[in-house]
């Protein structure tokens, strides 16, 4: 059973920083991908971003304006989320998820989900 754990939420102020960390165990060379999603209060959950595997591909959501950047750490087996000049409207809870599918780009396409972590941005 795949167990994904994050870590690295907070409260930062407008125009900071916060990175973003996901741990995981039991997983198997069936995962394809480990992305990030978030949801804020009362709002659906969205795609974020994703990396591959192998960590050569990564898909990042629009919305983001290259603030942010995935990364992944196959010696610790860890994904992260360096998250740079973040905005009020970045406040939700971020989720780490795998998929068995391919590099995922939807929330749809995620099977493993872990319990998130809440980054708070003050204004």
């Known amino acids: 059973q795949v167990r994904l754990v994050e870590s690295g939420g907070g409260l930062v102020q407008a125009g900071g920083s916060l990175r973003l960390s996901c741990a995981a165990s039991?997983?198997?060379?069936?995962?394809?991908?480990t992305g990030w999603v978030r949801q804020a209060p009362g709002k659906e959950r969205e795609f974020v971003a994703s990396?591959?595997?192998?960590?050569?591909?990564?898909y990042y959501s629009p919305f983001l304006g290259g603030r942010f950047t995935i990364s992944r750490d196959h010696a610790k087996d860890t994904v992260s989320l360096q998250m740079d000049m973040l905005k009020p409207e970045d406040t939700a809870v971020y989720y780490c998820?795998?998929?068995?599918?391919?590099?995922?780009?939807?929330?749809?396409?995620?099977?493993?989900w872990g319990r998130g972590t809440q980054v708070t941005v003050s204004s």
């Open positions: 039991g997983r198997t060379l069936d995962t394809k991908s």
């Open positions: 998820a795998d998929s068995l599918l391919g590099v995922a780009t939807r929330v749809g396409e995620f099977d493993y």
């Open positions: 990396i591959s595997s192998s960590g050569r591909t990564t």
